[in-house]
């Protein structure tokens, strides 16, 4: 090594020294360098396709719908029948009673009980007519009347099967002087079937048998016939 190396290196070594102290101190005290997390998403899957994708929807379905029934409704009722005497005693003149023929008004409170079961308290008036003739051919009808309270019982909502019976008090009235006019307890029992397709309305047929406890004559009679029943 020459004198001016020699030289040299002595004046650049504690410079280099610094520097190398200096740098290693910095890369020391440093952290290191991280790149920032960056997430990429891609567009949802697309949803299922529908039950009937690979086959004919299902049909809608279609309910029927009732309108509910009342709880309580105003029953007027009108009956118009036949009438057919039973057992009746003969008359000292030999009067001889037929048919006839009769109506009745009836006032009540239908109630329901449950789905497909009413009960109707009621009262009303009925007249029965009864024609009869003597020996001589004079005509001496018998008229009967009668104020009445009772109930019916029916099943069903469209077919109404029905039970019924009333008491109360009843007249007898005839044109024969055999037969003075009498009263007494009154009373009937039947069965009828009614209809009803239309709301608050019902129509059917009857049978009943009726008698009224007019001494010492008791006229008794099956009747037969129709009626109607309007919801109010």
Same mark, same amino acid.
């Given at each position: 090594?020459?004198?001016?190396?020699?030289?040299a290196?002595?004046?650049t070594?504690?410079?280099?020294?610094?520097?190398?102290?200096?740098?290693?101190?910095?890369?020391?005290?440093?952290?290191?360098?991280?790149?920032?997390?960056?997430?990429?998403?891609?567009?949802?899957?697309?949803?299922?396709?529908?039950?009937?994708?690979?086959?004919?929807?299902?049909?809608?379905?279609?309910?029927?719908?009732?309108?509910?029934?009342?709880?309580?409704?105003?029953?007027?009722?009108a009956?118009?029948?036949?009438a057919?005497?039973?057992?009746?005693?003969?008359?000292?003149?030999g009067?001889?009673?037929?048919?006839?023929?009769?109506?009745?008004?009836?006032?009540?409170?239908?109630?329901?009980?449950?789905?497909?079961?009413?009960?109707?308290?009621?009262?009303g008036?009925?007249?029965?007519?009864?024609?009869?003739?003597?020996?001589?051919?004079?005509?001496?009808?018998?008229?009967?009347?009668?104020?009445?309270?009772?109930?019916r019982?029916?099943?069903?909502r /469209? &077919?109404?099967?029905?039970?019924? +019976?009333?008491?109360?008090?009843?007249?007898?009235?005839?044109?024969? *002087? %055999? =037969? !003075?006019?009498?009263?007494?307890?009154?009373?009937?029992?039947?069965?009828?079937?009614?209809?009803? /397709? &239309?709301?608050?309305?019902?129509? +059917?047929v009857h049978?009943?048998?009726?008698?009224?406890?007019?001494? *010492? %004559? =008791? !006229?008794?009679?099956l009747?037969?016939?129709?009626?109607?029943?309007?919801?109010?």
């Open positions: 090594m020459t004198r001016f190396q020699t030289w290196f002595r004046r070594a504690p410079i280099l020294g610094t520097a190398f102290v200096a740098a290693t101190t910095v890369l020391s005290l440093s952290r290191p360098a991280c790149a920032q997390r960056i997430y990429v998403y891609g567009p949802p899957p697309p949803p299922p396709p529908p039950p009937y994708y690979y086959y004919p929807p299902p049909r809608p379905r279609y309910y029927y719908y009732e309108p509910p029934e009342e709880q309580y409704e105003f029953a007027l009722g009956d118009l029948e036949g057919i005497p039973l057992n009746l005693p003969t008359v000292g003149d009067n001889d009673v037929q048919g006839g023929g009769g109506f009745k008004i009836r006032l009540g409170e239908r109630i329901r009980l449950r789905p497909g079961l009413h009960i109707t308290p009621e009262g008036f009925a007249y029965d007519h009864l024609f009869a003739n003597d020996d001589l051919g004079n005509a001496h009808s018998w008229d009967m009347e009668r104020l009445m309270a009772g109930a019982l029916s099943f069903g /469209f &077919v109404l099967p029905t039970i019924y +019976g009333h008491v109360g008090f009843g007249w007898r009235g005839t044109g024969d *002087p %055999y =037969v !003075p006019p009498a009263n007494g307890f009154a009373y009937d029992i039947g069965g009828a079937l009614d209809f009803r /397709f &239309v709301p608050r309305f019902d129509f +059917g049978i009943e048998y009726a008698s009224v406890d007019a001494q *010492p %004559y =008791v !006229p008794k009679w009747a037969i016939g129709a009626h109607i029943d309007l919801g109010l």
